[in-house]
């Protein structure tokens, strides 16, 4: 099993930045961080694919980024003009990827379709 340890959550103010890191005991093709708030689904922030190729949600595009640091198996989201919507417990993800219907590999976007999770890390905009 790949065990993922987030870091770097916290407080900030609208229109702030936090950087979250996490840290995963092996490699693994496909990377990425979903938020949840209470009451609500877990919600896909941003996915990075083994190759480095990149998706965001609507609601992060521009204001977040997402990258990997392959040689310490780390995973970083940049978090850039911070909303009060942002307010979330930010959950790192890893797991493969799979074909599509044309064949190609691809890395999912629901959560369910991931494997391995970390304990997530409160990130609370005021």
């Known amino acids: 099993d790949v065990q993922l340890v987030e870091s770097g959550g916290g407080s900030a103010q609208a229109g702030g930045s936090l950087k979250l890191s996490c840290v995963a005991t092996a490699y693994t093709y496909c990377m990425a961080w979903f938020r949840q708030v209470p009451g609500k689904e877990r919600e896909g922030v941003a996915v990075v694919e083994g190759g480095g190729a990149t998706t965001y949600a609507d609601f992060v595009e521009g204001r977040f980024s997402i990258s990997r640091e392959y040689a310490k198996y780390t995973l970083v989201l940049q978090m850039n003009t911070l909303l009060l919507e942002d307010t979330a417990a930010y959950y790192c993800?890893?797991?493969?990827?799979?074909?599509?219907?044309?064949?190609?590999?691809?890395?999912?976007?629901?959560?369910?379709?991931?494997?391995?999770w970390g304990q997530g890390t409160q990130v609370t905009v005021s």
């Open positions: 993800a890893a797991g493969p990827a799979h074909r599509d219907s044309s064949g190609r590999w691809i890395c999912p976007r629901a959560a369910t379709a991931f494997t391995y």
